[in-house]
């Protein structure tokens, strides 16, 4: 079985969120596969996927906060047309990078206990974030 499909999530605010029962939720074909696989690929710059830890929020906060320090605002970016934040976000989405490639066990995702996935949203404001999920798998 091959199925595609886009998914747009919510808005959020900067910062790093769990997305998995969103993914989950939009995906329902996953209850028929008893192994396969889940491509998951953000179609945004200034965003990003990363999979990690899903049950306290400080990883969240940490994660935050080491990305400002480590890609600052207040640096001599010459792209700034969307503002300070902008180039900033562009260097975090390449550093966390655009896709996850998962695997599916038994109708579910086969994540580790305290995996999931996160929406790593670089911007102030970036709006909606679309995805193209590719679930594969018999």
């Known amino acids: 079985m091959w199925i595609q499909r886009e998914l747009t999530l919510d808005p959020r605010p900067r910062g790093f969120h769990l997305v ?3 993914v989950e939720a939009a ?3 996953l209850d028929t596969i008893s192994v396969g696989l889940l ?3 953000i179609l945004h ?6 999979l990690n830890e ?3 929020p400080d990883v969240r906060r ?3 906060t080491w990305a400002n320090a480590a890609v600052p605002e207040d640096f001599a970016w010459t792209h700034t047309d969307e503002g300070a934040d902008d180039m900033p976000a562009h260097i975090k989405a390449s550093l966390m990078g655009p896709s996850l490639t998962l695997p599916v066990g038994g109708g579910r995702l086969a994540l580790g206990t305290w995996q999931g996935i996160y929406l790593c949203e670089h911007r102030d404001r970036g709006g909606a974030r679309r995805l193209v999920a590719t679930l594969n798998g018999e």
Request: charged share 25%; glycine share 0%; hydrophobic share 30%.
């Open 27 to 29: 995906l329902p074909e």
């Open 39 to 41: 491509h998951l690929h």
């Open 20 to 22: 998995t029962r969103e």
């Open 45 to 50: 710059t200034s965003a990003s996927l990363t």
């Open 62 to 64: 940490d994660f935050e």
């Open 54 to 56: 899903n049950a306290s």
